[in-house]
Nanobody, 112 residues
Framework: QVQVVESGGGLVPAGGSLRLSCSASGRAFSMYNMAWYRQAPGKQREFVATITWNKRQTLYADSVKGRFTISRDNATDTVYLQMNNLKPEDTAIYYC?????WGQGTTVTVAS
């Protein structure tokens, strides 16, 4: 059974940092691209960042470029999102995605 589980969310002040983790299990996900998305209250889910299976390429939404870093550990099928200089507009539920699988999300709240 495939499971995608996010963790690491929380409440931080503006300018703070958080590191999100996403663990995928049930299949060998090391050969697939993995991505983070987020959904703010009252808004549609939006793309945040993605990383290729071989870690050679990453892509970021303009809104997080230069502040967020996506990485992965293929030995454990885990993807990370290091978030620095957080802003109140980063407040959202953050979701991990691999192929058609999604986690339940982890909540990030940035206080102004």
């Amino acid at each position: 059974q495939v499971q995608v589980v996010e963790s690491g969310g929380g409440l931080v002040p503006a300018g703070g940092s958080l590191r999100l983790s996403c663990s995928a299990s049930g299949r060998a996900f090391s050969m697939y691209n993995m991505a983070w998305y987020r959904q703010a209250p009252g808004k549609q889910r939006e793309f945040v960042a993605t990383i290729t299976w071989n870690k050679r390429q990453t892509l970021y939404a303009d809104s997080v470029k230069g502040r967020f870093t996506i990485s992965r550990d293929n030995a454990t099928d885990t993807v990370y999102l290091q978030m620095n200089n957080l802003k109140p507009e980063d407040t959202a539920i953050y979701y991990c995605n691999v192929q058609q699988y999604w986690g339940q999300g982890t909540t990030v709240t940035v206080a102004s």
